[in-house]
């Protein structure tokens, strides 16, 4: 896995501003500035609607801030382009999302095996990393099954394979075990802390107790601004 030194994320005056101008302006990340450290676990917590989404989808080039500045490893994210944010969400930021968002009509090991298709790999090396990275979740014995043959908590890890398939220093899940029940979840949490383990950084949205146990750092946000 690729490493760095120091920060991988920097938030600086981050505002993301909806409508703005307008009688319907929302001010969803008002002033944030944050710095997130290579090996860091950081679980993000807030109500609905306080702007935690927000904060994940700016600093995981999913969306730009209205203004300020975020940094991925020293490089300016905040005036890319679409291609630009693809090129870093494809080489450096793994995700996981409530509800799994994989592929219906695919097995695992083909689901595992898209990101990889993406980035040019050829096929042999990509069905060898695809079934190396299912047996990493536990999921060796179900390669050819689909997303309906699978539990939700199953679904969820070949999420995690297939977040994990271009080696991203950075995984981000947005509520990874909110959709599932306690004993998944604790699955997916411990999947979560081994890959911290190895070295990969990793910031979570929660509500889940468990999870932000085991976070190294915990930060609150309250009406776009971090207040704890």
Known sequence: MRTTNGKIIECKNVWKI???GTAAEVRALQGINLEIFEKDFVAIQG???SGKS???HCIGC???PTRGKVYIENEDISKMNEDELALIRREKIGFVFQFFN???SLT???NVELPMIFSGLDGTKRKKKARELLEKVGLGGRLKHKPSELSGGEAQRVAIARALANDPILMMADEPTGNLDSSSGKEVINIFNTLNSEGRTVVIITHDPSIT???KRKIKIKDGKIVG
């Open 108 to 110: 695992a090991l083909q």
């Open 62 to 64: 999913l969306d730009t």
């Open 213 to 215: 146990k085991c976070a």
């Open 102 to 104: 994989i592929i219906s």
């Open 54 to 56: 927000t904060l994940l």
């Open 47 to 49: 109500v609905s609607g």
């Open 18 to 20: 909806y409508n703005e």
